[in-house]
């Protein structure tokens, strides 16, 4: 996923040199991809705000039954150990970075 963020990133700086002069990328074309990334930002933000919660998630949080506590790498893996399922506690915490789910000491309510 981030190799390809990088490569979209480097496709649009490289499709911005290529449409102008290198004078030009020099003085001010090396903005462009900035203003892009700013109203990209803008519209993922406005989209995120237009966004309700699932049903689920709102029934949950006005229970007040959100974790205070949530499962760390370890205590995952001892729970599918538990099932029959063996994995090494850095492989939970590998799919945890590739889905972007914090570790757990970021993830604590306080």
């Known amino acids: 996923m981030k190799d390809m963020r990088s490569l979209s990133l480097l496709a649009v700086i490289v499709a911005t040199q290529q449409s102008m002069s290198p004078a ?6 090396w903005r462009l ?3 892009l990334s700013i109203v ?13 919660e699932s049903p689920i998630f709102a ?7 959100s974790s205070t506590k949530p499962l760390t790498d370890a205590d995952l893996t001892r729970k599918l150990a538990a099932q029959g399922i063996e994995i090494a506690r850095r492989t939970v915490a590998k799919y945890r970075e590739q889905l972007n789910i914090l570790p757990v000491h970021l993830r604590k309510s306080s």
């Open 59 to 65: 029934k949950i949080k006005a229970a007040g039954m």
């Open 24 to 29: 030009a990328f020099q003085a001010w074309g």
């Open 40 to 52: 990209l930002v803008s519209i993922s933000l406005c989209i995120r705000l237009k966004m309700k």
């Open 33 to 35: 991809p900035f203003l």
